[in-house]
């Protein structure tokens, strides 16, 4: 009887695991999908908010490249805007290593004239009331580099005006919006040289996207 029993209970133990185990399965299979989605959707928006949307008719989120450059903080990713097939402007992903309490990463979006059409931060690690002002949600100070023009002849206004430069500095804290201002124009720097020499950065085949086989 004991016997019995335990195999009774064990056999009911096993089927509820079965079960759950389906049920779980069957919760991630369906949520699976639309976490892509939406972590597809949130992609979007956020290389919306450096490349307008009327200079691309391209699938943006998954028209994109891996890069590597020292002046980009390391590898990075950039993606590839174009209208009706001919290229337009670059979201490239891109850190400022050098920030008062660590790196600070961005996204910077440029037309192929070298206009730039939007920063935005990503991450940071810099003090609250002070270095933070280069989140777009404490100060709109990010802002200050729509439309700015980015070549050769002009690269010595890019920095803050405490350096000499176009760029406003943050009271009693130079040394973050100097990092953000150095590295924008880095990048510019490195896309200028892309587009200038024609090199092969952007014939690569772009497969950077969300992967909604990813486990």
């Known amino acids: 009887m004991i016997e019995k029993s335990i195999l009774k209970h064990g056999g009911l133990l096993a089927l509820f695991a079965i079960v759950t185990t389906g049920l779980v399965s069957l919760t991630y299979l369906g949520t699976k999908t639309k976490i892509a989605v ?8 956020l290389l919306n908010a450096v490349i307008p949307s009327d200079y ?5 989120t ?31 992903e891109t850190t400022a290593t050098n920030g008062y309490s660590g790196d ?7 037309d192929v004239s070298g206009n730039v059409l939007g920063v935005r931060v990503l991450k940071h690690k810099e003090t609250p009331g002070l270095g933070d002002k280069i989140d777009l ?3 709109d100070w990010i802002l ?15 920095k803050v005006k405490k350096d000499q430069g176009q760029f ?12 953000v201002v150095g590295t924008v124009a880095q990048t510019m720097q490195w896309l200028s040289e892309q587009l200038t020499e024609k090199r092969t950065t952007f014939a690569a085949s772009p497969h950077c996207g969300v992967n909604t086989n990813e486990q």
């Open 38 to 45: 939406q972590i597809q959707q949130q992609r979007l928006a």
């Open 56 to 60: 691309y008719n391209n699938q943006l």
């Open 62 to 92: 998954t028209s994109c490249v891996t890069v590597t450059d020292p002046r980009l903080g390391g590898e990075q990713t950039v993606y590839l805007a174009s209208l009706n097939g001919t290229p337009s402007a670059f979201a490239i």
């Open 104 to 110: 600070i990463d961005m996204i910077v979006g440029a």
């Open 137 to 139: 949600s404490v100060s």
């Open 144 to 158: 200050s580099f729509n439309d700015k023009h980015y070549s050769s002849s002009v690269k010595n206004q890019w």
């Open 168 to 179: 406003d500095q943050f009271t009693g804290a130079t040394i973050t919006p100097r990092a």
